[in-house]
């Protein structure tokens, strides 16, 4: 990616260069684009929008129709929801479909990623295709959960999870199925699936992903109000980094720590345990 000043938020600046390279013309912008194209995700079309709403109010119009000229041009590299129109799905363009609704998937761009997803469905479903469902069922999952449809996002996940192939896959999907009931604010259900995937890790002795898990169901703990309990087990968390000799997950369960005897009302093991991730992190720096 090409140099950013830090003085200007990210999607501020991707703004102001796209919008020089364009009079370059179409080579030279869509030749910036795809050196830039990881940082055009949901986030930045958020941004941009309310850019172009705000300079349609505010003005001038020349700011106004440069913008909004802008979303148009970057909605037809990166947002072709419309564009797609009817997918015609065959055995000669499947996997080239796949590989364009995961793309869309891992730059957040969730609405055109559903309907190749659902094109992809019915596709499998009537030539049998048995082995892309779990996969199928879990992107879906991961697609509306990130356009905040929880409902939709339980109901693919737990096909998906009912699919699992490995436990690996299983740990994985129960994973997300906590995180989707943790963003709807069901953190009694979101526990459990985390406490779920947790068995798995620890059946796999797979200590990074045990940390990982007991962080998830810390951070429920917390909302239900459960911070003795968020204590014992964030202790745990720091047992099991100094295990595996990894500083930075030490360190972030020492900061935890003091932030959760903080919210405990004892503020002086509270600064005993920032003292020593404090330590420790310039440690890791040297």
């Known amino acids: ?137 879990s992107n879906l999952g991961i697609s509306y959960a990130q356009l905040r449809d929880a409902q939709k996002a339980v109901d693919y996940l737990e096909k998906a999870l009912s699919l699992a192939k490995t436990v690996e896959n299983q740990e994985k999907i129960l994973s997300n199925l906590g995180t989707v009931y943790h963003e709807a604010q069901k953190y009694d259900k979101a526990i459990s699936f985390h406490e779920k995937a947790l068995l798995i890790a620890e059946e796999r002795k797979d200590i990074v992903l045990q940390i990982r898990h007991w962080n998830n169901i810390i951070l429920g703990q917390i909302e239900t109000g459960a911070i003795p309990l968020a204590i014992e087990n964030q202790e745990k968390t720091l047992l099991l980094a100094q295990e595996i000799s990894d500083q930075k997950a030490e360190t972030d369960s020492l900061t935890r720590l003091g932030v959760l005897h903080t919210m405990l009302g004892d503020p002086k093991t509270a600064n005993d345990f920032c003292e020593k991730a404090l330590i420790l992190s310039q440690q890791e720096k040297n």
């Open 1 to 137: 990616m090409s140099s950013q000043p830090d003085r200007l938020p990210q999607d501020r600046w991707l703004i102001q260069e796209a919008l020089k390279r364009i009079p370059q013309g179409n080579e030279v912008f869509m030749e910036w684009v795809k050196e830039n194209e990881s940082s055009f995700d949901q986030l930045f079309f958020n941004f941009l929008r309310k850019t172009v709403e705000f300079s349609e109010k505010k003005g001038p119009e020349s700011s106004f129709k440069a913008f909004q000229f802008l979303e148009k041009c970057l909605h037809k590299v990166f947002r072709p929801e419309e564009a797609l129109g009817i997918i015609a799905v065959s055995d000669d363009n499947y996997q080239e479909l796949w590989n364009k609704g995961s793309s869309f998937l891992h730059k957040g761009l969730c609405r055109p990623a559903i309907q190749i997803f659902q094109a992809l469905e019915t596709f499998f479903v009537a030539h049998n295709k048995q082995n892309f469902f779990e996969s199928l069922y």
